[in-house]
């Protein structure tokens, strides 16, 4: 079917034909995802005196003149708070039907590395409209601790749509019939009800299934994660916490925390599905930074995967919070695809480093017991 006759989100066989036809430009075949594409850097890197977004009509290479502070190399670490805008390698000449949304990458969101997208008139982050022509610029800044990267690094990932495809209600309770989308811990299927499927299935914290139930960040300034390693000691950047004995914990303002969610979820491939950010009714706390969950996650390629736990990268804002087990954290919104996904998450031709995770689980970045 021809691109302008497309309806949904993009499935990673129309994604591979807007890379044929020159809308999507420089990207590399190894970067495709089942229903999204992986963004890389390139050295092209500047140190800002702040963040910023364009003005209608402005360009960033014209906001780059009066608002550098310096331009920098790879070969130096980010430095911890700083915030840094840095060229993508790709280009886009996208059709007058489609736009795009981009999110942190998992292993960039559980290191506390906020990434946001900006192109040029937009005045939004992560959003790429209709026919859009242009530079892709990623605005990157460690929250916890210094960053070393590399060029063609991926830290974020983009997504095309032809118009909202998230499911309906209705439609959530007839597909759930079907699969199953939401499972608790032995594989059942959980009935959906009015609270836990509006606009998304609800999912929970778990606090007590086992015996190290999540991590907590430990800022500092005197270590660096180089990106490329994947034998980090993470205790060197995080400390486990335990299974509370009340099932409920503290999250201290201000600090960042890796969970896991109490119940499993399954992506059909005809779907994709995205973490919502955090709802203020629930809590003031950011319940994720990586959002994106590609078709066949927590359902493999024919269905032999009965659900897998999401993992949660949590940030508190203004106070305090009580955080109990059972109690609702994130909401995944779940989006039609324009044809089922010719490839699955966790099929072996994809690197999906937390197809099999179950529990809290840090990024690839570091070495496991």
């Known amino acids: 079917m021809p691109i302008e006759q497309l309806k949904g989100a993009l499935a990673i066989q129309h994604i591979r034909e807007l890379m044929t036809l020159g809308h999507i430009r420089e ?3 190894e970067h495709l995802q089942p229903s999204s594409i992986d963004l890389s850097v390139s050295g092209e890197v500047y140190r800002m005196r702040g963040t910023f977004l364009p003005r209608p009509g402005e360009k960033i290479r014209d906001i780059l003149k009066s608002g550098i502070l310096f331009p920098v190399s790879l070969n130096q670490p980010l430095e911890l708070n700083g915030i840094y805008l840095i060229r993508l390698n790709e280009l886009l000449d996208l059709p007058p039907n489609i736009y795009a949304t ?10 506390n590395l906020q990434t946001r997208l900006i192109v040029n008139s937009v005045s939004s982050f992560d959003y790429v409209p209709r026919g859009y022509n242009g530079e892709l610029w990623l605005e990157v800044i460690p929250k916890s601790f210094p960053v070393k990267l590399a060029y063609a690094e991926c830290l974020n990932q983009m997504r095309f749509f032809t118009h909202d495809v998230r499911l309906t209600d209705d439609e959530f309770r007839t597909f759930n019939e079907q699969y199953g989308l939401l499972r608790n811990a032995q594989q059942e299927a959980i009935a959906l009800t009015d609270v836990n499927s509006h606009r998304g299935l609800t999912m929970s914290i778990d606090l007590v299934s086992q015996d190290i139930v999540g991590y907590r960040c430990i800022p ?9 390693r994947r034998d980090h000691d993470p205790l ?3 400390e486990p916490i335990h299974q509370p004995k009340d099932g409920h914990l503290i999250m201290r303002r201000g600090e960042f ?6 119940e499993g979820i399954r992506v059909p491939r005809e779907f994709a599905v995205e973490m919502m950010p955090y709802d203020v009714s629930k ?4 319940s994720h930074y990586a959002g994106f969950f590609d ?4 359902y493999g390629t024919n269905g032999e995967t009965l659900g897998t736990p999401a993992v949660l990268e949590v940030f508190t804002h203004d106070n305090d919070f ?11 919104v779940y989006e039609h695809l324009t044809a089922p996904a010719e490839i699955a998450y966790g099929d072996a031709r994809l690197t999906n480093n937390y197809y099999v995770q179950q529990g809290p689980r840090l990024s690839k970045h570091f070495k496991m017991s």
């Open 27 to 29: 990207a590399q075949d």
């Open 295 to 298: 078709p066949g996650f927590g």
């Open 283 to 286: 809590g003031e706390f950011r």
């Open 236 to 238: 060197e950047f995080f």
């Open 102 to 111: 981009t999110n942190n990458k998992s292993s960039s969101g559980r290191i």
């Open 257 to 262: 925390y890796i969970f896991a969610t109490k």
């Open 322 to 332: 009580v955080l109990r087990d059972g109690q609702p954290i994130c909401q995944m």
């Open 220 to 228: 500092t300034t005197s270590r660096v994660l180089e990106y490329g």
